[in-house]
């Protein structure tokens, strides 16, 4: 079949269209600096963890992550009705500060070598430690070692701590991975798992919301360095960002803000941490 000459062209534009389109256009991510220069920041955090990032019934956030945020912003010259919060899901966090859709995650998000080979991080802002959560009522799981037997052990894709106790701890664990913790620790509630693994700060915080149902159990068994994600070349805003820590640290507002928001789930306020300014 022949095709006329305006066909033709006409296909040639189209193809070029989608090409440009494909390319984004060719606009460049915008820096934490540049962004904040218009009063408004983008900033991702978890929806659904207690006590650090929560999305409330009447649409308002609450919590340790959500003030850190908050803080820094400030710092930044950008006021709380500049602040446009995104839900940041573990197995997103790389991918939405890469596509730049967010300037800044502050999301219990642990520092590790692997993670800054396509991010940076300010901080870190907190340390936690891996622990497990379980039914108020089991008396067999009392640490990682203690989860061989097949058990069921939920944690959320895209994080690591399941795999590590998989690797390290229980070979036979059987892993279920969920999109968030909330899944988890309803599936828990229900019956469907044996333990929920995460760091012991986010856990302290499901316990809490659900007392005599839920329990921290064991002594934390790692080290996690909760940084404050943002583009891998943004060496500008790490440094703001480490400045507004460290600012928050020797104010007293950081254990202020502790305090308001994890401090009510009995979890006991550790020293703050030294920001790496690598």
Same mark, same amino acid.
């Given at each position: ?35 904040? +220069? $218009?009063? /408004?920041?983008?900033? @991702? ?5 207690? !006590? ?6 009447? #649409? ?75 039914? +108020? $009522?089991? /008396?067999?799981?009392? @640490? ?5 037997? !097949? ?6 894709? #895209? ?75 943004? +060496? ?43």
């Amino acid at each position: 079949m022949k095709i006329n000459r305006s066909v033709r062209f006409g296909i040639g534009i189209m193809a070029i269209a989608f090409a440009a389109t494909a390319c984004g256009g060719g606009e460049e991510n915008k820096s934490i600096t540049e962004s904040a +220069s $218009d009063g /408004t920041l983008t900033v @991702g955090i978890k929806f659904d963890q207690p !006590g650090l990032g929560q999305r409330n019934p009447d #649409g308002t956030f609450s919590g340790f992550d959500v003030e850190v945020a908050r803080y820094i912003a400030n710092e930044l010259g950008v006021k709380p009705d500049g602040i446009a919060f995104k839900e940041s899901p573990s197995a997103q966090r790389e991918t939405l500060i890469q596509n730049g859709e967010v300037d800044y995650i502050v999301a219990t998000y642990s520092i590790t070598d692997t993670r800054k080979e396509k991010v940076s991080f300010g901080g870190p802002y907190f340390i936690a430690g891996q622990s497990l959560l379980v039914r +108020s $009522d089991n /008396t067999d799981i009392t @640490g990682p070692d203690s989860l061989t037997g !097949g058990k069921k052990l939920c944690s959320v894709s #895209g994080s690591t701590p399941a795999q590590n106790i998989q690797d390290n701890y229980a070979k036979d664990v059987q892993l279920q991975p969920l999109d968030t913790y909330s899944a988890c620790v309803e599936a828990l509630r229900n019956g469907a798992v044996d333990a929920v693994t995460t760091d012991d700060i986010i856990l302290a915080g499901y316990a809490a919301q659900y007392p005599g149902e839920l329990k921290v159990v064991g002594e934390p068994f790692t080290t996690e360095k909760y940084g404050v994600g943002l583009a891998k070349d943004d +060496s500008e805003g790490r440094g703001k960002i480490n400045d507004a820590i460290e600012k928050m640290i020797s104010t007293g507002a950081w254990e202020e803000a502790f305090n308001n928001t994890v401090g009510a789930s009995g979890y006991p306020i550790p020293a703050p941490p030294t920001v790496d300014r690598y």
